[in-house]
């Protein structure tokens, strides 16, 4: 059983950065897609962004593209949401996701993904 971990949640300004991480306990998640979705406050789940297990293929909502980025280390053990120019709205539990990468594109839709974190807060206020 896959367990993922992420961390770097917290309380940011408008405008401001924030890095998540997603890892997983003891293995690498180099044959995985990973793809990191949010819950704000009344909101349906949204799925963010994704990442194909070989990094070529990333995705991003519309309302995130030029803002957030992903990314994976080099080790292959931590698929990483650098979140920039942060607003109001983006204040949500963001949550990652992983699922076998059986085809080289990775999927923002959250019916796909078996395993997933606990979640971590981030909140965007002044």
């Known amino acids: 059983q896959l367990q993922l971990v992420e961390s770097g949640g917290g309380l940011v300004q408008p405008g401001g950065s924030r890095r998540l991480s997603c890892a997983a306990s003891?293995?690498?998640?180099?044959?995985?897609?990973i793809g990191w979705f949010r819950q704000g406050p009344g909101k349906e789940r949204e799925g963010v962004s994704c990442?194909?297990?070989?990094?070529?293929?990333?995705a991003y909502a519309d309302s995130v593209k030029g803002r957030f980025a992903i990314s994976r280390d080099g080790a292959k053990k931590t698929v990483f949401l650098q979140m920039n120019d942060l607003k109001a709205e983006d204040t949500a539990v963001y949550f990652c996701?992983?699922?076998?990468?059986?085809?080289?594109?990775?999927?923002?839709?959250?019916?796909?993904?078996?395993?997933w974190g606990q979640g971590a807060q981030v909140t965007v206020s002044s």
């Open positions: 996701a992983a699922t076998l990468g059986r085809y080289s594109s990775c999927s923002r839709s959250d019916r796909v993904y078996a395993y």
């Open positions: 003891d293995t690498t998640l180099d044959i995985y897609h």
């Open positions: 990442i194909s297990g070989s990094g070529e293929h990333t």
